[in-house]
Structures are given as C-alpha cells and as structure tokens.
C-alpha cells in the first residue's frame, strides 16, 4: 500500500510519461508512447499540487470508493465509475477510504486527433462536457468497457508490426463508441445532444485552454464566443455553478500551482508567464483564492 503517487506525478506530464512509469514497473523497456494501458491496486492519497494529463484518460472503477477533482469539482467514484480526464485538464486531489482497483487507458493528443474525423460531432459531447467527467455505468455496461480496454492492454503488449498503430487507433475509436452509446445514444438516436448553452459552455472552456495565461477577462472570452459577458456567466453559472470568472480563475491557479510546485522558476518569473502586472499583485490574487501566499504554498508542496 502507498500513501503518495511518486514525487514525479507533481507535475505536468504527457502519456509517454506514464507509460515509461507504469511499465517500468512492469519491466517493459520501450512501451509504446501514444497509448498506455495501467492498474491501480491500493490506497490513494494525493496531493498537495494538481496534475495536468496532456492527453485522454478513461479510467474505470472496478473496487472500492474514493474522491476525484477534476476541474473545477469534486466527484465522488465507486465500483463501475468511469472517469474522463480531458485533455489539458486538471486533478487537484484523488484519494480513497481503502484499496481500490482502477483500471485505464491513456492516449497522446496525436492519436485522438487522428480519430477525431471519424467521430465528428460525437467528441465534444464526450471530452468537452463537463458535466460527464464522472459517470457511473451499470454492471452490464462497465463490463462491456472493460473488454475494450483489457483488449486495448493485450495489444499494446504485443510485438511489434506495420499494423500495431493502427489497430489501437481503431480500438481506441471503438472504445469511445462504446462509452458514447452508453451515455448519449438510444435505439431511438442521439438521446443527449448538446443544447446551444451546453455548446457554448464547451466552446468556452476550449478558449479558456488556450488563452487563460494570458487573458482573464470575462469580456475577452464573450467576444471570441460572440455573446455578452452577462450571457456567457450566466450559462457558466446555470451548467457548473461557477461563473465565467470563477472559471477563468480556477485555470490561473492550477497553472500557478503546478509552476509553484514543479518548477524553480521565481515568483516573479510565474507572475511574468501569467501576465500580472508585478508579484505583488500575483501574490494577492493567489492568496484571495486559495488563502496561501505563494512561498508558502511551495513550500508545503515540496515538503
């Protein structure tokens, strides 16, 4: 049993990262980098910094019960909890009362990109939601995921060949059908199509990904989205019970965060790359949402 993740889970990481961690475990020299296959066996207790997953992760709960942030909310998972971490997202805390097992699936930006055309106008339901981050499936549905995902394992373990890519590319498709069906699709049709507001909210959060280290204004999001600030609060309100701001804010301080805790670059220097006027004013909006100065905040997370 381990209290903590390893020390180099404190940072931002992409799937080639936990691939070499979890298959070194294993004894796996040169794992494929574009898609992983893991299990979690044991307790969970983490963390003190967020992390950020460059790449998709399907994680699905097969024992046991715990708490997951992802985002701007806490989830609660149990048995048959499938989890979504969205590319470029965040996990500020994950803990268990007990063991748990927990099985996953990661891949590389490049491979979703690559499926990404043959599921046109599916995939935002799926990684761009964030109502979904954590769901749970009945007993017949988590088994169908996990055959998927047991299959997706067996063949990132096998031999090298011309073909290997291609098949975990479309074993990777056939997975996110999979969990699309169960979440979104009848025999009627689509069930849950997105609303304009939900489409909205999506489209925010993408822009948020791209431009939070630079831009915190409300504003400058409505514009890029073509609706007003009051509007654009108003869906973030009414869909995640934060405000477009609350939003924004909570993007800059996991971002803050992980520099604080990961890297060594200055005070200063973070404030720099988040475009705050001086360290000051860096220091006071990091204090006001999380109560810790920022010194004080890397050093609790180094300790």
Do not use: W
Not at 234 to 256: F, P
């Amino acid at each position: 049993m381990m209290d903590k993740l390893d020390p180099e889970f404190f940072r931002t990481f992409d799937i080639s990262d936990i691939s070499r961690y979890f298959n070194r475990r294993k004894g796996i020299k040169d794992p494929e980098k574009y898609a992983v296959y893991y299990e979690v066996d044991n307790a969970i207790n983490r963390m003190e910094a967020p992390i950020r997953v460059l790449g998709l992760t399907i994680a699905l709960c097969l024992e046991g019960e715990g708490v997951v942030g992802i985002g701007v909310k806490k989830f609660k998972f149990t048995k048959n909890s499938l989890m979504m971490l969205n590319p470029n997202q965040y996990v500020h805390s994950l803990q268990s009362a007990g063991s748990v097992r927990i099985i996953a699936i990661g891949c590389n930006l490049e491979l979703i990109e690559s499926i990404m055309p043959r599921i046109s106008g599916f995939l935002p339901l799926l990684i761009h939601n964030p109502i979904e981050s954590v769901s749970s499936l009945s007993e017949e549905n988590s088994l169908d995921i996990q055959q998927y995902m047991r299959l997706i394992g067996e063949k990132l373990k096998g031999a090298d060949s011309p073909l290997k890519r291609t098949k975990i590319s479309n074993l990777v498709q056939a997975l996110l059908y999979e969990i699309i069906e169960k979440h979104y699709v009848s025999k009627d049709g689509i069930e849950k199509p997105q609303s304009r507001k939900e489409e909205i909210l999506s489209n925010f959060i993408i822009e948020v990904l791209q431009n939070f280290r630079s831009e915190r204004s409300v504003s400058f999001y409505a514009d890029r989205l073509c609706v007003t600030p009051k509007h654009l609060s108003a869906v973030a309100k009414e869909i995640t019970s934060h405000t477009a701001g609350e939003l924004i804010d909570h993007y800059v301080i996991m971002e803050a965060k992980i520099m604080l805790a990961e890297t060594a670059l200055t005070i200063q220097e973070i404030a720099n790359k988040l475009n705050f006027a001086n360290q000051s004013f860096f220091g006071k909006y990091f204090k006001h949402l999380t109560g810790y100065s920022p010194s004080v905040f890397r050093r609790m997370a180094s300790e």
